[in-house]
């Protein structure tokens, strides 16, 4: 059985820094591009952040770029998002998915929920003063 597991969240102030991770089972997560997505109150779920399975090349939301790092470890079947600098607005829970195939686009359309085969139950994420 595939599995997804978040952990890292916390209650943080701004200015902040929090480590993320995924940790896999039944999977191999090198066969996988791998996405962060978060959600806040009231909001849709929007991507954060995506690694391609092939060449490990990541690409960002405008509103992380600069602060949030996506990593991935195969000895680990593991991946994490470094968030620094953390901002009220990034408060929510934050979920890591993943796809087998992902269309041939523009990397803001494979950030999108639909896409991805596996999730994780979430981790959450506070920034308050």
């Known amino acids: 059985q595939v599995q997804l597991v978040e952990s890292g969240g916390g209650y943080v102030q701004p200015g902040d820094s929090l480590r993320l991770s995924c940790a896999a089972t039944?999977?191999?997560?090198?066969?996988?591009?791998i996405a962060w997505f978060r959600q806040a109150p009231g909001k849709e779920r929007e991507g954060v952040s995506l690694?391609?399975?092939?060449?490990?090349?990541?690409a960002y939301a405008d509103f992380v770029k600069g602060r949030f790092a996506l990593t991935r470890d195969a000895g680990k079947n593991a991946a994490y998002l470094q968030m620094t600098n953390l901002k009220s607005s990034d408060t929510g829970g934050y979920y890591c998915?993943?796809?087998?195939?992902?269309?041939?686009?523009?990397?803001?359309?494979?950030?999108?929920?639909?896409?991805?085969?596996?999730w994780g139950r979430g981790t959450q994420v506070t920034v308050s003063s």
């Open positions: 998915a993943i796809a087998r195939n992902l269309p041939d686009r523009h990397s803001e359309e494979q950030l999108q929920p639909v896409w991805y085969d596996y």
């Open positions: 690694i391609l399975s092939h060449d490990g090349s990541t």
């Open positions: 039944g999977v191999n997560l090198q066969s996988y591009h």
